[in-house]
Structure formats: C-alpha cells, structure tokens
C-alpha cells in the first residue's frame, strides 16, 4: 500500500545519511516529498533529494503558494520523519515555530511524527535538549534515542544518528498502524532483556543455551516504534541493535541481574525475554579442564538467581513484568506455576526444541495474565508476537500512570 511520507531534512552533518532513508522509503512503494531546511541544502543540494524522490523540493513557506504547502504536506501526510534532527530544530518544533516549511508541516501534521536527533554529545545532553525532547514526546511524538559512536571530527559519544534501515523500520512499523494510531507507549519506559547467558566451567567454557535473542529485539523494536524509551539489555546477542534504544551488554546470569535490577528501578514494564541459565558450576576452574584417564570429571551444579522472582517481589505499583516460559513439555501448567511464583502480571508460554522457538524467525505462545486472562498467539513472526504481547501490556497501562515521570 503506498503511504504519503514527508522527510523532514535539517542542517546536521548526518543529512547525507536521509538519503538512503529515502531511497529505501521510495523502493518500498512509498510517495516521499522531501521538505529540508536551508542549513540542511548546504549538506545535500536539492537536486539530489529531487532525483531520489522525484518530487520538487521547497524549503519556505513562500515556495508554491497556491499549493498551500505549509499547511497541505503535514494535512496529509501518513507519516512524518525528520532525519536527521539537530538541536535546533527540535527546540524550534517544541516551541512550535513555524519559520520554514518543515516547522509549518510539524505543526499541522496529524499523522505520527518521528524525529531521529543527531548532534554532539554535549548538545544531545544539555538541560535546553533534553526538555525540548520530553516535550515533544509527552505530546506524542516519538524522538528515538541517538546511538553512540563516531561523531562529526575526532569526537565520540552518544548522538549519532542510527543505521536508516533500522528507522526505516521504525517507519514501517509506524505506517502499519495507520495514520490516525497514536503511539500507545509515548512517556512509557521499557526494560527488555534478550539472548542467552553463560555460566563458565573454566575459562574456554560454558554453560549456555540456544537462544538467538531474536524475539527479544523484535520487543525492542516494536517498544520504540510506539514510542517508548527502551532500554535492550543483550546477553551474547550478536545482532545489530535496534535505531533508539539503550543497549547494555552482559555476560552471565549475575551480569544479567544487576543490570535488570538497576534499570527497572523506573522502569513502566520488565519484559523478560532474555534465557539466563537456571545452573552455573559451583566451582570455577581457573584452568581448562584436561581429559583424565581417570575419566571425565564430575561437576556440581548450583542455582542461579530466579531473576524475574526477585522483580515481582520488588514491583512498584503500576508496574507491569512480563515473564517467559519455555518450555518442552507440560506448557501450560508450567506457565501457570511460574506466573504465581514470580508474581509477573503476564507470562508468555511457548514450546521449545530442536528448529522450535530457539533461532528461528517465528513464534507461537499462549499468554497468561495474572487476571486470569488467556491469549492464544498462532505462529506467527516475533515482530508480530511482541506487538500482540505488548497490546496486552498497553490495557494495562490504560488506567495506570508513567512511573518514569514519576521518578
């Protein structure tokens, strides 16, 4: 279905980056105009957004007069995005200026809007940014967290603008709900933990499991392209991180812990999609274990931490935890054991096994609530999984406040 997008374009280093934004938007099918600033056509002449899009591009609200298209672009537009988004522009868009073509379309746009910052580091965290940027999103704007990495110069930090196609499927995900969808989790702080973690025998190896860390992303994914801020915290995940989230790396089950523990302090929801490991050795060699004529040593096993318990136990009020059981047999009243033991207000159970639930790019689960509730969820994709779980969570947000804002 081809969607009207408008790409807003503003006078950051990064804008050359819109262009495969745009190249991507427009082979999908899509109608893009291309509305830059004047600071931005000192990056990207407008004969290279009119080539790749093939529509005129006009930067003043005097351009095209009898069109009206400082108020006509945003009126119909399905789709909103302005990649990249210095700090100028979101300080002019949060005070709702409208001195340019780009401002007079944010603030007649009725469709979601998207902005993809990108900017120093100390500009992305100064007092002015930050609360042009809260503004912007309590008004129901997503603004996507920048990623961290080489920045304009020598520089490093966070504010570099993520990879296009990860915003672009940012976009998709956008336009897939349709243009008069607001983002439900606009305000909304998720914690999502992906991937598998590792309890060493010695120092060449471990004990693990198979889990890719696919339907963890696909949470993170669909948690920020409904406006949420996402903190990913990936245990042996070697996939590329999501555009506009958080991502902390760990190691082991205890790794995991800590880093759940510290971010679901104000965190709106926990969704525990990661698979720590249920044992560890309960002794480390510090040299890799040798083969013996005496046979293969035996090792003792220890528990790990029930880490989704230790949450449920320590839940603020308001606060949704989401739990997973995978398991091999006996699902359901498995499930249900665990979604009372952890005091999770929902668990997702799904059958685990060989090409089954670990690595692959399909799920199916059955949802359990804490209400008594149950959700069937047929295979589908893991994209299309986390967006059915985090429909459910959502109804439970609908009567609760953002414990973020509270914090």
Known sequence: MTSRIVLGVSGGIA????????????????????????AALRFVGAPTWEALSGQPVHTEVWDDVPQVEHVRLGQTADLVMVVPATADLLARAAHGQSGDLLTATLLTARCPVLYAP??????????????????????????????????????????????????????????AGGRDRTPDLVGRRIVVTAGGTREYLD?????????????????????????????????????????GVDVVRVDTTEDLRKAVVACAADADAVVM??????FRPAEYATSKIKKSPAGPPTIALAETTDIAAELGAAKRPGQVLVAFAAETDDLLARAAGKLTRKRADLIVANQVGVDRGFGTDTNEA????????????????????????LDLVAERFASAPSLGDQA
């Not at 471990?206 to 889990?211: A, I, K």
């Not at 392209?225 to 991180?241: C, D, H, K, Q, Y």
């Not at 804490?370 to 959700?375: L, N």
């Open 366 to 389: 059955t949802v359990l609530g804490a209400d008594g509730s149950t959700t069937e969820l047929p295979e589908m994709t893991k994209d299309e999984l986390a967006d059915r779980v």
């Open 118 to 175: 990108a900017m120093h580091t100390e500009m992305w965290e100064h007092p002015a940014t930050v609360e042009n940027v809260a503004t912007l999103r309590r008004r129901g704007a997503i603004v996507v967290e920048p990623a961290s990495g080489r920045l304009t110069g020598p520089d490093t930090g966070k504010g570099r603008l993520p990879d296009p196609t990860a915003l672009y499927e940012i976009a998709r995900r956008l336009l």
């Open 273 to 278: 999609a990661a698979a720590p490991a249920d």
């Open 203 to 243: 120092p060449v190896r471990f004990l693990g499991n198979r889990s890719s860390g696919k339907q963890g992303y696909a949470f993170a994914r669909a948690a920020v392209a409904r406006g949420a801020a996402v903190t990913l915290i990936a245990a042996n995940v070697s996939l590329p991180a999501p555009a």
């Open 15 to 38: 804008a050359y980056k819109a262009c495969e934004l745009l190249r991507l938007c427009t082979e999908a099918g899509h109608s893009v105009r291309v509305v830059p600033t004047a």
